[in-house]
């Protein structure tokens, strides 16, 4: 295994530039999910890694060599595609044997790897079928296990769950995470659900029109966005944001909101009396007190067993709160919220940037 690198990475297509400087450092062993919104870069950049488009400017190190210039059989990858591509006159062992017979390499060899891998990922009852014997899952498998048997000092996966159902995406989300677990191989993961990122990854790249927007732990990124974007993206479901401005006094910083509601939310902040901000608070981070300072309207009631989701509204700002308990409402009922004020964020109107 080896760690990956991305110094001032840009790819233009014709006179558009789809990438503006992507700096990354993915250490070694880790699982890096790159993960945004459709069109943001994330597939690009991963076929950046793999060889499969040029860089136009910048450099991609794998360990310590710089593969800018080198074909995708050099670079020693292996990379798992959304679509399987898997052959469909191959049965799974021929399949998963594919790229060792390219390679040449030892007969014996080629069996034990196959075999192994069968192992790792349960398909050894399966290796006599073909493509279109299996379930999607199984396919799935299948491609992944292409991948082990190479033993490549990356792991690249292009969004691999998009096809699969939502019980079957969970499942293999966990299989995915274990089985990096116990290869210990440097992945790189590209998803635009949150969710995975979130579940998946050690770190976490998110990724807005071609730029890196902040780089961390799945819980930093949660409790620490820099951003209203990344607020916004993490999290499920996403933060709340009320308009407001700032106000100093009494030593400490208030927030009031456009309907009048005053409250403390810090003993101090960066930030001028008066500034236009916006106020961040996660759905689960709100409590029903009838003196709370924030007054909505429950339009939608979702219980879900565990938990209890209301969509509510705020003036004309859209809202949900996340309940741990159930809760006994009905829709147009007003409520009263108190945020924990200890979980609360605040970001400056116009730029979007957290406000410390």
């Not at 789809?18 to 450092?25: A, E, M, N, S």
């Not at 059989?73 to 798992?80: L, S, T």
């Given at each position: 295994?080896?760690s990956?690198?991305?110094?001032?990475?840009?790819?233009?297509?014709?006179d558009?530039?789809?990438?503006?400087?992507?700096?990354?450092?993915?250490?070694?062993?880790s699982?890096?999910?790159?993960?945004?919104?459709?069109?943001?870069?994330?597939?690009t950049?991963?076929?950046?890694?793999?060889?499969?488009e040029e860089?136009t400017?910048?450099?991609?190190?794998i360990?310590?060599?710089c593969?800018?210039?080198?074909?995708p059989?050099?670079?020693?990858?292996?990379?798992?595609f959304?679509?399987?591509?898997l052959?469909?006159h191959?049965?799974?062992?021929?399949?998963?044997?594919?790229?060792?017979?390219l390679a040449k390499?030892d007969?014996?060899?080629?069996?034990?790897?196959?075999?192994?891998?069968?192992?790792?990922?349960?398909?050894t009852e399966?290796l006599?079928?073909?493509?279109?014997?299996?379930s999607?899952?199984?396919?799935?498998?299948?491609?992944?296990?292409?991948?082990i048997?190479r033993?490549?000092?990356?792991?690249?996966?292009?969004?691999?769950?998009?096809n699969?159902?939502?019980?079957l995406?969970?499942q293999m989300?966990?299989?995915?995470?274990?089985?990096?677990?116990?290869?210990?191989?440097?992945?790189?993961?590209?998803t635009?659900?949150?969710?995975?990122?979130?579940?998946?990854?050690?770190?976490?790249?998110?990724?807005?029109?071609g730029i890196?927007?902040?780089?961390?732990?799945?819980?930093?990124?949660y409790?620490?966005?820099?951003?209203?974007?990344?607020?916004?993206?993490?999290?499920?479901?996403?933060?709340?944001?009320?308009?407001?401005?700032?106000?100093?006094g009494?030593?400490?910083?208030?927030?009031?909101?456009?309907?009048?509601?005053?409250?403390?939310?810090?003993e101090?902040?960066?930030?001028?009396?008066?500034?236009?901000?916006l106020?961040?608070?996660?759905?689960?981070?709100?409590s029903?007190?009838d003196?709370g300072?924030?007054?909505v309207?429950?339009?939608?009631?979702?219980?879900?067993g565990a938990?209890?989701?209301?969509?509510?509204?705020?003036?004309?700002?859209?809202?949900?709160?996340?309940?741990r308990?159930?809760v006994?409402l009905?829709?147009?009922?007003?409520?009263?919220?108190?945020?924990?004020?200890?979980?609360?964020?605040?970001?400056?109107?116009?730029?979007?940037?957290?406000?410390?």
């Open positions: 295994m080896a990956v690198t991305l110094r001032g990475v840009k790819k233009s297509f014709q558009t530039e789809i990438l503006h400087g992507v700096d990354i450092t993915i250490p070694e062993g699982f890096t999910v790159l993960v945004g919104p459709s069109g943001c870069g994330k597939s950049l991963l076929r950046m890694l793999a060889g499969l860089v400017a910048g450099e991609i190190f360990g310590d060599r593969v800018n210039n080198m074909q059989k050099e670079r020693d990858i292996a990379m798992v959304q679509n399987y591509a052959y469909p191959m049965t799974v062992r021929e399949n998963m044997a594919f790229s060792l017979k390499a007969k014996e060899d080629s069996l034990r790897r196959v075999q192994r891998a069968s192992e790792i990922l349960g398909l399966l006599e079928r073909y493509p279109r014997q299996l999607g899952g199984q396919r799935q498998r299948v491609a992944m296990g292409r991948a048997v033993d490549p000092q990356v792991f690249l996966f292009d969004e691999p769950l998009s699969l159902d939502a019980k995406r969970v989300r966990t299989e995915i995470k274990s089985l990096h677990q116990r290869l210990k191989t440097t992945s790189v993961y590209v635009h659900d949150q969710i995975e990122a979130m579940t998946m990854g050690d770190q976490i790249v998110v990724m807005r029109d890196v927007e902040q780089v961390g732990g799945p819980l930093d990124l409790e620490n966005p820099v951003n209203t974007f990344v607020a916004g993206f993490i999290g499920s479901p996403a933060m709340n944001m009320l308009p407001g401005k700032l106000s100093h009494n030593g400490g910083t208030d927030i009031e909101l456009n309907d009048g509601a005053r409250f403390r939310v810090r101090s902040v960066v930030g001028q009396d008066g500034q236009a901000v106020f961040g608070t996660r759905p689960e981070h709100l029903i007190d003196a300072p924030l007054k309207v429950a339009n939608v009631i979702e219980p879900t938990d209890t989701f209301v969509a509510c509204k705020h003036l004309d700002t859209e809202m949900t709160i996340v309940f308990h159930r006994d009905v829709p147009e009922q007003t409520l009263g919220l108190r945020p924990d004020v200890a979980h609360t964020h605040l970001f400056d109107a116009r730029s979007g940037l957290v406000i410390k």
